[in-house]
């Protein structure tokens, strides 16, 4: 049985409940983020934390923990269901208040945090890679808060889903951003490309990992921007996140990216990360050098 955290209590997650006013299942007004867990050990929560109270600030809601209380409080909840590997699930909504689209004048906000199983890469992907499409991207203008209002991008990767694909890769005014659930990365002239940050897409932890462990091991890399054109003729075709890592694209939207298979840059970042990850169970958080 799954232990969760909810308002400063830890219960079995059949246990676990919420006002159906709280707003943030009758609004969506409220963020999240997403921690992998290797070994029992938090893998970069201080970035995830960092990039939490950003989304926080940005929707005007004040953290409701402090740095110390949040690392003890997803420690706890990782020891409570077993340490390994897990991902811990973290959302604060704005609380239970009566409808009204204006911010309530005194509110309590909803914590609530769980894990789940981690499931490693497969060993398919990584022989053969995984097929994605492109689409037009049609989320609001700041993807760059990680908001539970996520109604575009289920339909966007559903889409994708049904096409046979795994992620869809948004364009929007002429520019390639990142997947409906995911950073991207291209190879280019053996050059590793990714889009700067900006409101159209959210600054991935994993996104700046690989950018540390690239920088770290001399790896050509830049950020720029991405059109459809340089999608197109990629050599190498890369997804990241949290939970899926580093995603090799081998098929985009009916043509093979270069030879069809995961490409040498991708084999190579995915062996720096696997290493660092391994550091982070022996010793914990660990440099990218």
């Given at each position: 049985m799954s232990i969760v955290y909810l308002n400063g209590e830890f219960l079995p997650v059949e246990r676990a409940q919420i006002s159906v006013m709280d707003r943030g299942f009758v609004f969506g007004d409220g963020v999240y983020e997403v921690i992998p867990v290797y070994g029992g050990r938090l893998f970069r929560l201080e970035q995830h934390l960092q990039r939490l109270a950003r989304s926080l600030a940005e929707i005007r809601l004040l953290n409701p923990l402090s740095g110390e209380e949040w690392r003890r409080c997803l420690q706890d909840?990782?020891?409570?269901?077993?340490?390994?590997?897990?991902?811990?699930?973290?959302?604060?909504?704005?609380?239970?208040?009566?409808?009204?689209?204006?911010?309530?004048?005194?509110?309590?906000?909803?914590?609530?945090?769980?894990?789940?199983?981690?499931?490693?890469?497969?060993?398919?992907?990584?022989?053969?890679?995984?097929?994605?499409?492109?689409?037009?991207?049609?989320?609001?203008?700041?993807?760059?808060?990680?908001?539970?209002?996520?109604?575009?991008?289920?339909?966007?990767?559903?889409?994708?889903?049904?096409?046979?694909?795994?992620?869809?890769?948004l364009v929007r005014d002429g520019l390639v951003n990142e997947g409906a659930a995911s950073n991207l990365f291209i190879v280019k002239g053996g050059e590793l490309i990714t889009p700067p940050k900006g409101d159209y897409l959210l600054p991935g932890i994993t996104r700046d990992l690989v950018l540390e462990l690239a920088a770290a091991h001399a790896i050509t890399y830049r950020e720029a921007t991405i059109t459809p054109q340089d999608l197109a003729g990629a050599e190498e075709i890369w997804l990241t996140s949290s939970t899926r890592e580093i995603l090799p694209v081998t098929r985009l939207d009916t043509h093979a990216v270069g030879n069809g298979k995961p490409g040498p840059l991708w084999r190579r970042m995915t062996s720096l990360y696997q290493d660092y990850k391994q550091g982070v169970r022996e010793r914990g958080e660990a440099p990218a050098a």
């Open positions: 909840l990782v020891t409570r269901n077993g340490d390994g590997d897990q991902s811990v699930y973290v959302q604060i909504t704005r609380g239970v208040a009566p409808r009204d689209h204006a911010f309530p004048k005194e509110i309590k906000p909803t914590v609530y945090a769980a894990s789940s199983p981690l499931r490693p890469q497969t060993a398919e992907v990584a022989e053969h890679g995984v097929a994605a499409i492109s689409l037009p991207d049609i989320r609001w203008q700041r993807c760059d808060i990680k908001a539970i209002t996520l109604l575009p991008n289920i339909l966007l990767r559903q889409q994708a889903i049904d096409q046979g694909a795994v992620e869809a890769i």
